[in-house]
């Protein structure tokens, strides 16, 4: 029955009508469905509107996914489910390990994760962080019946940030017996273990004036390891095909002991001298993970109570306790300047002569205990493990409102809510470089120096092993930053008809009124060892502490007014608007303030019942987040694999030469070639907030049909056409924006202009990258300067019929992108990122995607097979101009050795899912579940293409799949 009532629902307001005919399908017959008075409930949720009437026929095209959809899928959490919908491409969620934050994002048409909306039954929840963005791990999905995802502006039902679309989850209403569910999932490989349980309860009281439900969940998700993939065993340079280490901290310690050195010397195995150190570097590889391990507590409860005739109270609050762990390669001394005494009990006779040599005015005679700087030294830290970061969130949200009604056509809803999110992140593994300075200087293996914190002496010029347990202890540290946000909100709104109808219709015409007050906060508070830059070896940059908020109060008001009913080729033809006028007070000194004004038109047109035609055009407007305005300025890691004035590149050519040095390389580095590319493809860059921004400005378009043919019983088709285009957005210039500003033409570049003298280069070896301390890097400060260009099509489309031994229904969902250009600043390039990636990229954009859903209902058995599909994509065309990609046999050391490759091109992908489900004796459910079921093996590109967060493991793991096969099974219950 509850299926019906959504069909007719969906088919009753066209934003739903896109998929929901198969959707919301049972996979097999529920004779009672422990939600059955859904058919009942009056709390009816209509995405991408704030009007009351359920019925009225809607311009903005929303897609849906139905609760049998989301149990077939059988994930974990809301991120997996969505990172695979065609318009969605990948945020940060499980897949990315090395860049993610302990939450989970969504990212629609690709605009970024600050450019939608993701919501729970249309109300905004407490966002993760600064960005402003709620974070998808809390979505309780055991009690999720349906999610919407309108992918057009929505600015003016929902505020600022909706100008990519909004992901809203609808939970069960009136929900009445009980629910429980246990799932385990493991792949083929025996890695990646994933469990999951649910319990839900819920039931009328007071003879049925009210009910109430809760939902209890808990969730374990174990890691994989890159090591345990025989394609990303070793790191592949994405430029030479060489599957060696990756990075230059290795070990033994490297150093280098003058600023001309055109190689480090490294420790030999037996630390009684030095030899030219190892190209391979360290491979770090096997110590990173595909998936990250995930532990997460979660309740949802709501309940309404009928207090008098047409007055109701309600309210909701959810609470969610998860823990998101990253796992990276152990830590080190990455190239630091570190002073150590010439008679260190640990320097050989051999080393020393080799360090004396080096620096001629040292005082290197017998009983010397003189002090030499090491302008940079190199060592991984082995000994102290991997560098973990541990991510405790605690979150909780509340909202309470009183809504009935005040005529019989016109209503009213007041509610407010608070929420808060409270992060704890820990990171052990680290080294401390202000331990590692001291314990360098001593004149005996037992007694440093300076012996506070009960130093123990580090010996760095031994071989491998030469760091032991003590002098571990003593080196390593843990550190702690807590990050605390809060959301309060009011919002009152009166909605109905006016009574009147115009002079071609029946139906009235329709509005929307209200107002809203929402107040944000934020405070990140860092621990000592985390604000001093370089402190923690290998943790990037500094993290400085900063608090931040705004308030924003906001009017609005929306109308759908039928203009033409049931006439010829006008079986209906309506009319919407909307207009929300918003405020922000910053909270800043000043308490500076803006204003913003966002409106929408649409219209919907059927010339038969069987067609209809619609289209809008939103004004919508995204305000700064608390991060774009306050975050402190600071030197962290981008990604660059090729620096133009590395090797011999500016060797002859005078111009190059000048910029080169004008960013603080030398001319006697120059001159030997001792300038390297960024470390492990990573350079430093610096960046931060503005509090000068102000709010984005986007207008989006969208028009498509919707086919429902007579002829054709359980068909559905819907195309549309959307068009975004983002002025003044906020955005900092990509790394080859940075780089091309400055050697875009190294002819006419100037070596005095501000874009080559702002890149600034580690004055020991000329590198982009080296301790965030003293290598400022790439700038890349935020402005309004951006703007953002994407277009495309939607196509979605439904049949169901009775083949005689079952129910046959497919489900299609398909995207096609036609472009998605991006330019930083009027002087950047207009860059097009779809169908291509490279660092400027991020995440993996295809110009088509599609899911293909077939299923086979016989009843009490059901077969479904899944196909995902992505096109052929290639490496940024623009790039060629500097270098292209790889192509050849993989060298160097692993499995791939002698495999050929080309990394200039992914063709297209396929994966099928097979899931099968059964009802047993009524009340039991048992689903099955075969994820990629014919093992297809991720593209293979290097590591150093793309971004860090993405690119990783010599592929793009949240684009493509690098788990492998996997199996999941699912046993639930009803009463």
């Not at 939600?35 to 009816?44: M, R, T």
């Not at 009910?211 to 209890?216: D, E, K, T």
Request: charged residues 15%.
């Amino acid at each position: 029955m509850r299926t019906n009532t959504l069909k007719r629902r969906a088919l009753g307001s066209s934003a739903l009508v896109t998929v929901a005919l198969l959707a919301s399908q049972p996979a097999f017959a529920q004779q009672a469905p422990a939600d059955e008075k859904a058919d009942e409930e009056p709390a009816i949720v209509v995405t991408g509107t704030l009007l009351k009437n359920p019925n009225l026929v809607l311009s903005s095209p929303v897609n849906v996914v139905g609760e049998q959809e989301i149990a077939t899928r059988q994930i974990n959490n809301a991120e997996q489910l969505l990172r695979d919908l065609p318009g969605v491409v990948p945020g940060i969620g499980s897949a990315v390990n090395n860049g993610n934050g302990g939450a989970s994002f969504l990212n629609l048409r690709g605009l970024g994760s600050q450019r939608n909306l993701a919501l729970v039954n249309g109300d905004r929840l407490v966002p993760s962080g600064s960005g402003g963005a709620f974070d998808l791990n809390n979505v309780p999905l055991a009690l999720v019946s349906r999610v919407d995802i309108l992918t057009g502006g929505a600015s003016t039902t929902y505020g600022a940030d909706a100008v990519s679309g909004v992901v809203n989850f609808v939970t069960k209403s009136n929900f009445t017996g009980f629910d429980a569910r246990v799932s385990y999932g493991l792949t083929q490989r025996g890695d990646g273990a994933a469990f999951r349980t649910d319990v839900t309860m819920g039931g009328d009281f007071a003879e049925g004036r009210g009910n109430a439900v809760i939902s209890l969940g808990y969730q374990k998700t174990n890691p994989v390891y890159q090591g345990d993939r025989d394609f990303s065993l070793f790191q592949i340079n994405s430029f030479n095909g060489r599957a060696a280490g990756g990075s230059p901290t290795d070990t033994p310690t490297s150093f280098y002991f003058t600023e001309t050195q055109p190689n480090a010397l490294q420790n030999n195995a037996t630390g009684t001298g030095f030899v030219t150190a190892n190209a391979d570097g360290f491979n770090f590889a096997p110590y990173n993970i595909y998936q990250t391990p995930f532990e997460r507590y979660n309740v949802f409860a709501q309940a309404k109570y009928e207090v008098a005739d047409n007055i109701e109270a309600y309210g909701r609050g959810i609470f969610s306790k998860n823990t998101v762990q990253t796992i990276i390669a152990p830590s080190g001394i990455f190239g630091e300047a570190l002073n150590v005494n010439i008679n260190n009990p640990f320097i050989s006779a051999a080393q020393r002569a080799t360090i004396c040599g080096a620096n001629p005015t040292l005082d290197c005679t017998a009983g010397s205990t003189a002090t030499v700087a090491i302008p940079a030294v190199y060592r991984r830290t082995v000994e102290v493990g991997p560098r973990i970061s541990r991510f405790t969130t605690t979150m909780f949200d509340y909202k309470v409102g009183l809504r009935g009604k005040i005529t019989d056509s016109l209503n009213f809803d007041i509610s407010g809510a608070y929420g808060q999110s409270n992060q704890v992140q820990t990171l052990s593994g680290y080294v401390l470089r202000s331990r590692v300075q001291q314990a360098l200087l001593a004149d005996n293996t037992t007694t440093c120096r300076t012996t506070s914190g009960g130093c123990v002496p580090l010996n760095l010029f031994g071989g491998n092993g030469s760091i032991t347990s003590a002098m571990v202890g003593f080196i390593q540290g843990t550190s702690t930053i807590a990050v605390d946000t809060g959301l309060s909100q009011v919002r009152g709104v009166i909605n109905g008809d006016l009574g009147i109808a115009s002079p071609g219709a029946s139906t009235p015409i329709n509005f929307a009124v209200g107002a809203e007050y929402r107040n944000y906060t934020f405070n990140r508070t860092p621990d000592n060892l985390s604000q001093v830059p370089g402190e923690l070896g290998g943790a990037g940059g500094a993290v400085l502490p900063f608090r931040g908020g705004y308030k924003v109060t906001e009017g609005f008001v929306e109308t759908n007014i039928p203009l033409i009913e049931d006439k010829p080729l006008f079986n209906k033809l309506a009319l919407e608007a909307g207009l929300r006028q918003s405020r922000y007070e910053v909270n800043a000194p000043g308490k500076p303030t803006f204003n913003a004004t966002t409106w929408k038109v649409g219209a919907t047109w059927e010339p038969v019942s069987d067609i209809k035609v619609r289209g809008g055009y939103n004004r919508a407007v995204r305000a700064p987040n608390i991060g774009e305005l306050f975050a402190p300025l600071v030197t962290g890691l981008t990604s660059l694999a090729v620096d133009p004035c590395s090797g011999t590149k500016a060797q002859g050519n005078a111009n190059l030469s000048a910029i080169c040095i004008g960013q603080g390389a030398t001319a006697a580095m120059i001159a030997a070639g001792s300038i390297q590319d960024p470390a492990a493809g990573q350079a430093n860059a610096t960046g931060g907030g503005n509090p000068l921004l102000r709010p984005e400005v986007a207008d989006t378009f969208t028009i498509g049909t919707v086919l429902t043919p007579s002829f054709l019983p359980g068909f559905s088709l819907t195309v549309d056409y959307f068009n975004v285009k983002v002025n003044g957005a906020i955005s900092s210039p990509t790394p080859a924006d940075v780089i091309n500003a400055c050697f875009g033409s190294v002819t006419a570049a100037s070596a005095t202009s501000v874009a080559c003298t702002s890149i600034r280069r580690n004055p020991v070896n000329g590198r982009l990258s080296g301790p965030s301390g003293t290598v400022a890097g790439l700038p890349t400060p935020s402005s309004n300067l951006g703007r953002i260009d994407t277009s495309g099509w939607d196509l979605s489309a439904a049949y169901s019929r009775d083949v005689g031994f079952a129910k046959l229904m497919l489900n299609l969902n398909g995207t096609y992108t036609i472009d998605n250009y991006f330019k930083a600043t009027p002087s950047a390039v207009n860059r097009e990122c779809v169908g291509q990636y490279s660092v400027n990229c991020g995440s993996i954009q295809p110009k088509w995607q599609h899911n293909l859903r077939t299923t086979l209902d016989f009843g009490n058995i059901n077969v479904s097979l899944l196909w995902r599909y992505m096109t052929a994509v290639r490496y940024e065309q623009r790039l060629f101009e500097v270098r292209k990609a790889f192509s050849g046999a993989i060298t160097g050391s692993g499995p791939l050795v002698g495999q050929t490759f080309d990394f200039n091109r992914i063709g297209a992908a396929n994966y099928f899912d097979l899931s099968a489900g059964f009802k047993i004796m009524d009340r039991f459910n048992l689903d099955f579940l075969m994820a990629n079921a014919f093992d297809r093996k991720p593209p293979i590109v290097g590591s150093t293409l793309g971004t860090t967060g993405q690119n990783s493991g010599n592929t793009y793991p949240s684009s493509y799949d690098a788990l492998g096969r996997r199996f999941q099974v699912t046993l639930g219950v009803k009463f």
